[in-house]
């Protein structure tokens, strides 16, 4: 089914439903059948009451009124069938969707050039579990990789698809794996996120030859990305297949996640979990813990013990109840 099927529905000549495309601050473009209208948002929209810094994402199926010739006011957000948030890690502490309504993210790191810390990994993939947010990973730029990285690589690989995730090494400069890619993203709408410098909206050029997404070197003096993609923004890449492009994210703040259900969100420690003596083992002090012996054993690896070690632990994160 189009995820524009049901837009085009005028209720009257003033009056119509769309889908966000681009939200630039307090501007959001929705497009409604072949067209689209600029808006602004009509009185205040909340999330679970929560602050955040843009109650609305792209992918939001949203009612507006056309209130001149050019611009529009968004009246009605429609629930949402899911939805990705991140709590920013500044001192603001705001929330923000990364996208709503979405079939799956793409999650594309590096190992270098930038480097991705895994627990930054960990932490979006706890997130798309609590928001039932099918994810697949994407390690790029394979091809700067010298044969000390190649040992890591396979290591990443081991810990991932142990948790039961699918990996893809790609080079987006060489073309490596890109029709894997294309058949992930076939017919879908995919939120491709990730750290800032690791190929996002290069990914997204190459896949569709014509589009010229700004793209920009990394510093190479702080092997970092510069941030260049400023907003989200949905892209049609071909016939029934979306992507969002997405600007860099540096840190992955949970929010709304209880600690007590961090356990059921780590895939491989929720499986391990089901041995450990107790119902309620928290996998950080108890006797008999089967995760805390697969650990020591080396079948868990120690950065995913230790990325669930940290959040369970992390001061930043008391506001949760559990
Ligand atoms: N060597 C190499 N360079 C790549 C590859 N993919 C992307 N790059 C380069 O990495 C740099 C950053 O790419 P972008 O596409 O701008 O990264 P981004 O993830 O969109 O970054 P933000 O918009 O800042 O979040 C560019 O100079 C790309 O040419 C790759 O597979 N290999
Ligand atoms: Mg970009
Ligand atoms: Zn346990």
Same mark, same amino acid.
């Given at each position: ?9 005028? =209720? ?23 067209? $689209? ?10 999330? @679970?009451?929560?602050?955040?810094? &843009?109650?609305?994402?792209v992918g939001d199926q949203v009612d507006f009124e056309i209130?001149? &010739? ?25 929330? $923000?969707? =990364? ?5 799956? *993210?793409? =999650? ?19 997130? *798309?579990? *609590? ?31 142990? *948790? ?15 029709? @894997? ?13 990730? &750290? ?55 840190? /992955? ?52 013990? @230790?990325?669930?070690? &940290?959040? /369970? ?10």
């Amino acid at each position: 089914m189009s995820i524009f099927a049901i837009t085009k529905e005028k =209720l009257s000549d003033s009056v119509g439903k769309g889908i966000v495309i681009k939200t630039t601050g307090s501007w959001h473009t929705v497009k409604s059948g072949k067209e $689209q209208i600029n808006c602004r948002l009509k009185g205040t929209f909340r999330t @679970r009451g929560m602050k955040n810094t &843009n109650p609305i994402a792209v992918g939001d199926q949203v009612d507006f009124e056309i209130t001149d &010739n050019l611009y529009g006011a968004i009246t009605k957000i429609h629930d949402r069938r899911n939805y990705i948030i991140r709590k920013a890690i500044n001192l603001s502490k705001e929330v $923000q969707i =990364l996208a709503a309504n979405i079939d799956q *993210a793409v =999650l594309m790191f590096t190992l270098d050039y930038p480097e991705t810390p895994l627990e930054f990994v960990d932490r979006f993939l706890l997130s *798309a579990e *609590a928001y039932h947010i099918e994810c697949v990973l994407l390690i790029n730029k394979i091809d700067l990789y010298q044969e000390h990285l190649q040992y890591r690589l396979q290591e990443v690989h081991d810990i991932y698809e142990y *948790a039961g995730y699918k990996v893809i090494d790609i080079s987006v400069e060489t073309g490596l794996n890109m029709t @894997r890619v294309d058949d992930i993203l076939t017919n879908k709408l995919t939120l491709i996120s990730g &750290n800032s410098g690791v190929g996002k909206s290069s990914l997204i050029n190459r896949l569709c030859p014509g589009l010229h997404l700004k793209t920009n070197d990394i510093s190479w003096y702080h092997l970092s990305g510069k941030h260049t993609t400023t907003y989200p923004e949905m892209i049609e890449i071909k016939d029934q297949t979306f992507v969002i492009d997405s600007p860099g994210i540096k840190g /992955f703040g949970l929010t709304d996640i209880n600690r007590n259900e961090i356990g059921l969100y780590f895939t491989d420690i929720f499986k391990l979990s089901k041995n450990c003596q107790f119902n309620n083992c928290t996998h950080i002090h108890e006797p008999n813990c089967a995760v805390i012996e697969a650990y020591q054993k080396g079948i868990l690896h120690e950065s995913r013990y @230790r990325s669930y070690f &940290n959040i /369970f632990n992390d001061k930043d994160e008391k506001y949760r109840t559990g």
